[in-house]
């Protein structure tokens, strides 16, 4: 390890840049923190390596590559006409093609897709795989409406974002609000629109349409399998732990059934209406029949499983004691007040399964406890990670086994780990994970900028 002065000259260079992106992003609150949140890490990387400021990465990096805002349009079952707003961030390409998520939920906004773009950027590259970094979605609301009107919104939105995305060129998959039933109909507008089947143009598609088995468990069971690393390298392990996973969604449940696997007992799960406490611990099936098949509220868990509790209002599920806490739900679901009751409690471990689910202040109050502590993208690249497996399967036409993918993703969450790990010592911030992933996901990107020249 070798220490690296945080020179006065770069620091405030880190600042006028961050400042200049709060100037022209007025009001971008999510995305300035993810900004802020990497600048951070940044300023020992820019003093051994000042070419970084001479090539303008920072000022280039921040400005996405194309911004597209799209009306989407669609009827209702009633038969009045809607209008949503649709985005889709290309952020960067350097090191391949834009990849990232859609989420349809209503607190969509230029913000939110930005924030989770910019991320995507340096999740990506962590993976090891050719994948640049993007996102979209729209501000529809899900919640309540009819398969009929999921497909008319999602054929609309498709309408318009098939002229901007390509195998080759950007491919979209799901996240909140966006799963197999969406990509579904999405895949099948886009094959309408182009005239041809082009199956890489969309990941985490059915397993006919050349999906790739793992996908839809990819995100959670990678969480979990990061977590597992993180754990196993302070001579701990899920098993035998008491844990709980905001959340009851796709990378929820996935989190949820691998640490049960693994030995854990999850005590409490939650979505935006409030939180269950099992203290026998959670039935997943139960919440899989309840969040998969029938589309119900949490709540009504406690009818099937009496002896469990129903708590309204979701971040209340912090205050359960735990030895692992698997914030799955959202940005910024986990604050300064929960980290402190989490620590309170004794938690040794936080693993985001979300992306940015613990504010600044959440994270400092970790990092200071010395809670091990898996930043979201380290943690939850495990979905993308598989994504870009289907894509390898999609474009050499063939389909590997759900083990074979699943090695596979084990794999990559291990180097991962290793390689955030490596950045943080090499950058003078032993076991810091929010260092190292930050660093080690942007030296690749900023390298590949530079080789390819002022684009
Ligand atoms: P889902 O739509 O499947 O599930 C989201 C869950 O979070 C639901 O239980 C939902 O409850 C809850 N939730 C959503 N918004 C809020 C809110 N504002 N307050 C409280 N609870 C909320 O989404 P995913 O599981 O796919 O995504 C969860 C997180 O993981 C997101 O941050 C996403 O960006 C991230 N992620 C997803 C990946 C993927 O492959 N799907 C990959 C990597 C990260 P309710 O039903 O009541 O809205
Ligand atoms: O945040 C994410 O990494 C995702 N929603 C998954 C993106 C993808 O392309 O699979």
New binding site residues.
């Given amino acids: 390890m070798e220490r690296v002065e945080q020179t006065p000259e770069v620091v405030n260079y880190v600042d006028r840049v961050y400042q200049t992106v709060k100037e022209r992003n007025p009001n971008e609150l999510e995305f300035h923190q993810a900004v802020k949140e990497v600048f951070d890490s940044l300023v020992p990387v820019l003093v051994k390596n000042p070419t970084y400021m001479k090539q303008a990465i920072l000022e280039r990096i921040v400005e996405p590559e194309r911004t597209i805002s799209f009306r989407v349009p669609w009827v209702d079952d009633q038969g009045n006409v809607k209008v949503n707003r649709g985005f889709r961030v290309q952020f960067n390409s350097a090191i391949g093609p834009y990849k990232g998520?859609l989420?349809f939920?209503p607190?969509v906004n230029a913000s939110i897709i930005k924030f989770?773009g910019f991320e995507q950027i340096f999740k990506n590259s962590l993976t090891g795989q050719p994948i640049g970094g993007g996102k979209g979605g729209a501000d529809f609301d899900p919640?309540g409406k009819s398969d009929l009107e999921i497909m008319r919104f999602t054929q609309s939105f498709m309408s318009e974002l098939s002229k901007y995305i390509d195998a080759d060129v950007d491919v979209p998959?799901?996240?909140?609000?966006v799963?197999a039933r969406e990509i579904g109909y999405m895949f099948g507008q886009y094959k309408k629109m182009r005239g041809g089947f082009q199956a890489g143009v969309l990941t985490g598609k059915s397993i006919d349409s050349g999906g790739s088995l793992a996908r839809k468990e990819?995100?959670g069971y990678g969480t979990v399998y990061f977590v597992e690393e993180m754990l196993k390298d302070k001579g701990m392990s899920f098993n035998g732990s008491t844990v709980t996973v905001s959340?009851?969604?796709?990378?929820?449940i996935y989190a949820m059934e691998k640490a049960i696997e693994f030995g854990a007992k999850v005590v409490a799960c939650?979505?935006?209406?409030g939180y269950i406490y099992d203290e026998t611990g959670i039935d997943l099936s139960t919440v899989k029949r309840l969040k998969e098949v029938e589309n119900k509220r949490i709540s009504e868990y406690v009818m099937e499983h009496p002896n469990a509790h129903y708590f309204e209002d979701?971040s209340g599920i912090w205050s359960v004691p735990c030895d692992v806490a698997l914030p799955?739900?959202?940005?910024n679901?986990l604050d300064e007040t929960a980290a402190k009751i989490l620590v309170a409690n004794g938690v040794f471990a936080v693993g985001e399964?979300?992306?940015m689910?613990s504010t600044h202040g959440a994270v400092e109050i970790f990092l200071n406890s010395n809670v091990l502590f898996a930043p979201?993208k380290a943690a939850?690249a495990g979905?993308?990670s598989v994504s870009a497996l289907e894509m390898a399967q999609n474009s050499a036409r063939i389909a590997w086994t759900f083990a074979e993918v699943d090695v596979k993703l084990q794999e990559i969450m291990k180097n991962i780990y290793r390689n955030s790990m490596k950045a943080a010592e090499d950058y003078d911030a032993p076991g810091n994970l929010v260092v190292g992933a930050n660093i080690a996901g942007f030296i690749k990107v900023a390298d590949t900028m530079i080789m390819q020249g002022v684009i």
Avoid at 173 to 177: N, Q
């Fill in positions: 998520g989420r939920h607190s989770l919640k998959a799901g996240d909140i609000g799963g990819a995100t959340g009851s969604g796709n990378v929820s939650s979505d935006s209406g979701c799955c739900a959202t940005q679901e399964g979300a992306n689910p979201g939850n979905g993308v």
